[in-house]
């Protein structure tokens, strides 16, 4: 049997989808920029940058670790701690 998606439905689709792809571009896009800051922290040999390296290190260990584990149906299936904890991250 064939499914036809309304007008509406297509609508709210496409929104959902819309959520999605802005989800996965700001975490892609905050994770480039801390992998950029990491390689300029690189260079510099002081106490100060070696800290802050360990905390980018960090951050970007647990997006790793919550991108390998909470999203293994693909960005469209993520639960709502998953949610939570991206939206989190992204944010500091």
């Not at 293994?72 to 904890?85: E, F, I, P, S, Y």
């Amino acid at each position: 049997m064939r499914r036809v998606v309304s007008g509406t439905g297509r609508a709210l689709l496409g929104v959902m989808l819309n959520k999605t792809d802005d989800r996965k571009g700001r975490i892609v896009a905050r994770r480039l920029e801390l992998l950029t800051k990491l390689g300029e922290l690189k260079a510099d040999v002081s106490q100060e940058a070696a800290s802050a390296r360990d905390k980018l290190r960090a951050r970007l260990f647990l997006l790793d670790r919550t991108i390998k584990i909470g999203i293994k149906g693909g960005w469209d299936t993520l639960n709502d701690a998953v949610k939570l904890r991206l939206t989190d991250w992204v944010g500091k």
